[in-house]
């Protein structure tokens, strides 16, 4: 009888420590597919100047699986990507096998207001980032585009208080990913404040201060703001604008949001697409949000209307576009 028992708390014993340590051990992600036509302005092909979704036709986004292991003192967080949003996402790869790596970075929990984090991970400014679940728009601003998509190199989150954070920062020049090329380094803060972000990088090409954050006005309505500014050094070109992302849930499973933004290229940056330097764009973007289940459908509706001609000889350029997410 002793024997039997004995065998049934061991027995228990190894099934509750492999639910444990199943706790631990995450995998997720997502993957997303698209269709994009213009409806009026440039070629069939031609699309806005910010990242992601600009394929005409029906078109691939990613496959993304991030797999994490949570511990009470250490953990890491491996994130890949494969499609043509994730070669997007981390363009400034040169080696061919970290192609497919958008995150890879491990952290200690010194004490519980303090975490050390080493790695490859994404950048901590803006208002929008890599993975399409985590946006509300499907299209990207430019102010996303333009700012820095990852950073590899240490950083300290440390807890000030309750609703207060501050996160410290030394990593490669921006968009070295694997390694320093040049034995240089750039510098970053973020200061958290009930929600707001005010956050500063200083690279060796540039510096930028950008603010993030966003309100709910009530139960159903939020909006989001960021704004930034990059100077680039030696007097090169740098950037800077706003955007709006009032917000409206107008039942459990369906979103509706506009998403408005002015922005600026100081100099000649060249990315809008105009070839003049200190060109702008005026964007809106409306967008639905429909949930079932894991699944998400969105309906895009987008207008970008520059300063100068950057769309085959047209200064704006009407777009739709319907996505499909599936988060896991």
């Known amino acids: 009888m002793k024997k039997l028992i004995f065998t049934l708390l061991l027995a228990s014993s190894l099934i509750v420590n492999a639910q444990e340590e199943e706790k631990k051990f995450t995998l997720s992600g997502s993957i997303d597919t698209y269709f994009r036509g213009n409806i009026s302005g440039g070629n069939y092909d031609t699309a806005p100047g910010s990242s992601f979704a600009n394929q005409p036709g029906f078109a691939l986004g990613m496959i993304n699986v991030i797999a994490g292991y949570e511990g009470e003192k250490v953990g890491f967080v491996a994130d890949m990507v494969y499609g043509p949003r994730g070669v997007d996402a981390v363009f400034g790869s040169p080696v061919g096998s970290s192609q497919i790596v958008n995150q890879l970075y491990a952290y200690w929990n010194v004490s519980e207001k303090v975490t050390l984090t080493m790695g490859n991970f994404n950048t901590f400014l803006g208002y929008e980032v890599i993975s399409p679940t985590a946006n509300f728009n499907y299209s990207t601003s430019y102010l996303f585009s333009y700012g820095p998509f990852s950073h590899t190199g240490i ?115 060249g990315a809008i697409g105009t070839g003049v330097a200190d060109s702008s764009v005026f964007a809106t973007t409306l967008t639905g949000n429909y949930s079932i289940g894991s699944l998400t459908i969105i309906p895009e509706l987008r207008l970008d209307s520059t300063s100068e001609a950057a769309f085959v000889g047209d200064k704006a350029l009407s777009s739709f576009a319907l996505a499909a997410v599936y988060s896991f």
């Open 155 to 269: 950083k300290a989150d440390i807890a000030l208080g309750e609703d207060t954070s501050l996160m410290l920062a030394v990593m490669n020049p921006t968009d070295a990913t694997e390694f320093n090329p040049n034995g240089s380094y750039a510098f970053g803060a973020q200061l958290g404040f009930y929600g707001q972000y005010l956050n500063v990088l200083v690279d060796p090409a540039f510096f930028e201060i950008d603010y993030t954050g966003g309100f709910d006005v009530s139960n159903s309505f939020f909006l989001g703001i960021n704004a930034a500014y990059l100077s680039g050094s030696d007097d090169g070109p740098g950037f800077y604008g706003a955007a709006l992302y009032p917000q409206i849930a107008t039942s459990d499973s369906f979103k509706i949001g506009l998403r408005t933004e002015y922005f600026i290229e100081d100099g000649d940056f």
